[in-house]
């Protein structure tokens, strides 16, 4: 029977001993498997997970490995379980826990932290100095679930109270998974040194966390938010977001057009989430003197960057890592609010069963698809026949 030191359960919420997990065997390849649930200890909760989003970032884990380490190495053939996008219902306590009820429905932060660094100290748990140093003689107590710890692809998960946030009966589940990108992108913009209402801002690349940085800029009171990108139905999804302006850089170059729509000098603002190997030289001539641009994306390979530019013009540069400083708990806020449809950018439901198709569906983007969530329960599993 599922029980543990001090663990709290109830008999509303009966827990099996093991679970269905998928796990990541060669690149690209994940298996159907079975797994003990976790036990809680102390400060943390079991999570039973009820929708799981599919991100960029698990493809790039699935298919590449980084930036997963697990056990300080590559996260192939570990018996690793990876998704970070989850959000369910509390079903255990771990000793002393009382912050949570069982039966309480949350949607979770990545990054526990070690809760003991200079930088988790700063709220920064995301930049953890003890990042990924959770096994063997240098267990530090850090978790990022689906990056250096299980995540979930799974039925059930523990999590750490200080990842946990608290969402509204009225939010749906699909709506909860998209917390923490929206989280991600309030930590950029708010990471820049304090957005106020009625600057400018630009949102470069309409993927899931530049959809939602639109509506988090807009929801902020940014004025005008230009959206930039290369697909038009994504840059109409921008628009109903929030965006007061589109661009499609296919057809016009990016910084003119910034410039022709803000009055010639360029934005306050850029929040770069293209990950192009351009992507800063341009934001860097899409702000005016003094701007500052948040980097949310990478491109794979290195790039030369105009520094005398950056320097001459006293531009700020800000790389950030995830959805720290409690970013995601303000994000909830808005998202409770109704400041921002979020469920705009969620395209598509899979069972937990069919997790496969439904990262081929995110990867290929098969029928414009942007957010996938994956359910272990409520779903059909998926026919072949209506692929
Ligand atoms: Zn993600
Ligand atoms: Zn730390």
């Known amino acids: 029977m599922y029980s543990g030191p001090g663990v709290k359960t109830s008999a509303d919420f009966p827990i099996p001993d093991t679970m269905k997990a998928w796990v990541l065997g060669n690149p690209g390849e994940l298996k159907l498997s079975e797994k003990p649930v976790p036990v809680p200890k102390r400060a943390e909760v079991l999570v039973r997970i009820d929708a799981v989003a599919i991100c960029a970032t698990d493809l790039e884990i699935i298919y590449n490995g980084p930036p997963a380490s697990i056990q300080g190495g590559m996260p192939f053939n570990k018996n690793f379980t990876p998704g970070h996008e989850y959000m369910g219902t509390v079903v255990a306590l771990g000793p002393g826990v009382d912050e949570y009820k069982i039966g309480q429905r949350v949607t979770v932060e990545i990054h526990a932290g070690c809760g003991q660094c200079k930088r988790c100290r700063e709220g920064m748990y995301t930049s953890c100095h003890n990042y990924g140093l959770n096994y063997g003689d240098a267990d530090k107590g850090h978790r990022a679930n689906g990056f250096t710890t299980d995540g979930g692809f799974c039925e059930y998960q523990v999590n750490a109270i200080n990842t946990l ?6 939010m749906s589940d699909e709506e909860a998974t998209l917390v923490v990108t ?10 820049l040194g304090g957005l106020v ?5 630009v949102v470069t690349g309409p993927g899931p966390i530049g959809l939602l940085g639109v509506a988090v800029a807009k929801a902020l009171g940014a004025q005008p938010v230009i959206l930039t990108g290369t697909r038009d139905n994504r840059l109409k999804i921008g628009r109903e977001l929030g965006a007061d302006h589109v661009v499609n850089v296919r057809n016009e170059d990016a910084v003119e057009a910034v410039k022709r729509l803000n009055g010639g000098k360029g934005v306050d603002y850029v929040l770069e989430c293209s990950g192009a190997a351009n992507a ?7 702000v005016n003197r003094g701007g500052k641009v948040c980097l949310a994306a990478f491109p794979h390979e290195q790039t030369p960057v105009d520094v005398a530019h950056i320097v001459r013009n006293n531009i700020y540069l800000y790389g950030i890592r ?3 400083k409690s970013a995601t708990h303000r994000a909830e806020a808005f998202m409770s609010q109704k400041r921002f ?9 899979f069972a937990l069963d069919d997790l496969p198709i439904a990262i081929r569906y995110a990867k290929e983007r098969i029928e ?4 996938v969530v994956v359910k272990a329960q409520g779903v059909a599993a998926h026919r072949i026949a209506a692929e």
Do not use: C, F, Q
Request: hydrophobic content about 45%; overall charge negative.
């Open 165 to 170: 946030v608290a969402i509204p009966a009225a």
């Open 182 to 191: 929206a989280g991600t992108a309030m930590y950029g913009l708010t990471e």
């Open 197 to 201: 209402a009625g600057e400018s801002v």
């Open 280 to 286: 800063v030289n341009e934001a860097i001539r899409m």
């Open 322 to 324: 995830g959805e720290g």
């Open 341 to 349: 449809d979020a469920t705009k950018i969620h395209t598509h439901t």
């Open 368 to 371: 414009d698809a942007i957010k």
